[in-house]
C-alpha cells in the first residue's frame, strides 16, 4: 500500500544553519506530495505541496522538489529560525481517494 | 468564517462511557475528513464525507465509532464504549472537490481525548 518515510527526529539546530528533513514515499501512479507543519498546541497547516513530477513547492523559505526517480520529496530551507520549532509532516494524496497519507512527522527545534 | 472548528478541544471520560465530538469544516467545502493522530505519529485516516454521504471508512474505524454529516455542513464523530485505546487527537479536515479536482485540506486544531 502506499505510505511515506521520513527521518526520524527530533532534528537540532541553531538559528540560521541550513535544514534538510528527508521524505521518501511509496505509491502507484502519480500521487500529489504535501508538507504540513504543526506547531505547538496548533493544528496541521499546508506549509507547501506539489502536484506532479518536477515540481517545486516553496513558502516561507522552505523548498522541496517533487523527484519522481528517487520517489522524494526532501523539506529545505536555507536559513531556519526559532520560530521553526514545531513538527513537520510529509504526506501524500493520490488520485481520487482524497486522504493523506501521513508519514510519522519530524520534530524541529531551532535553538537561538 | 475563518476556518475549521473542532470542539471540544479536549475531552476526559471514563473508560466504558460515549463521547461525541464536533467539527464546522470552511462553509464552502464539501468535502470533510476525520483523522486520528496518537502521540509521536502522524494523522491516521478514519473516514471522509462528500456533502451528506460518507464514501470511504478506514478499517481503523471499528463499530463502535460512527460518524455523521447529516446536512452536509457539520459533522460529528461518536464513540461508543470508550476503551483506553481510543485516546488520541481526533482532527477533522475539510477541503472542496469536484470534477475538476480537489483544494488541499486545511485541518482543525483538533479534539484531544483521553479515557481514563
Known amino acids: 500500500g502506499d505510505s511515506v518515510t521520513q527521518m526520524e527526529g527530533p532534528v537540532t539546530l541553531s538559528e540560521e544553519a541550513f535544514l534538510t528533513i528527508n521524505c521518501t514515499y511509496t505509491a502507484t501512479g502519480y500521487p500529489s506530495l504535501f508538507w504540513y507543519v504543526q506547531y505547538p498546541g496548533e493544528g496541521l497547516q499546508l506549509l507547501l505541496k506539489a502536484t506532479k513530477a518536477d515540481d517545486k513547492g516553496s513558502n516561507k523559505g522552505f523548498e522541496a522538489t517533487y523527484r519522481k526517480e528517487t520517489t522524494s520529496f526532501h523539506l529545505e530551507k536555507g536559513s531556519v529560525q526559532v520560530s521553526d520549532s514545531a513538527v513537520y509532516f510529509c504526506a501524500l494524496r493520490r488520485g481520487a481517494t482524497n486522504k493523506l497519507i501521513f508519514g510519522t512527522g519530524t520534530l524541529l527545534a531551532v535553538q537561538p | 468564517d475563518t476556518g475549521v472548528s473542532q470542539n471540544p478541544r479536549h475531552k476526559i471520560t471514563k473508560r466504558g462511557q460515549n463521547v461525541t465530538f464536533r467539527c464546522d469544516p470552511i462553509s464552502e467545502h464539501n468535502r470533510l475528513y476525520w483523522y486520528r493522530q496518537t502521540l509521536g505519529q502522524g494523522p491516521e485516516f478514519l473516514t471522509y464525507?462528500?456533502?451528506?454521504?460518507?464514501?470511504?471508512k478506514s478499517r481503523l474505524l471499528s463499530d463502535r465509532f460512527s460518524a455523521e454529516r447529516p446536512k452536509g455542513s457539520f459533522s460529528t464523530l461518536e464513540i461508543q464504549r470508550t476503551e483506553q485505546g481510543d485516546s488520541a487527537m481526533y482532527l477533522c479536515?475539510?477541503?472542496?472537490?469536484?470534477?475538476?479536482?480537489?483544494?488541499?485540506?486545511?485541518f482543525g486544531q483538533g479534539t484531544r481525548l483521553t479515557v481514563v
Open positions: 479536515a475539510s477541503s472542496l472537490g469536484g470534477t475538476t479536482g480537489i483544494t488541499e485540506a486545511f
Open positions: 464525507f462528500q456533502n451528506e454521504a460518507q464514501l470511504e
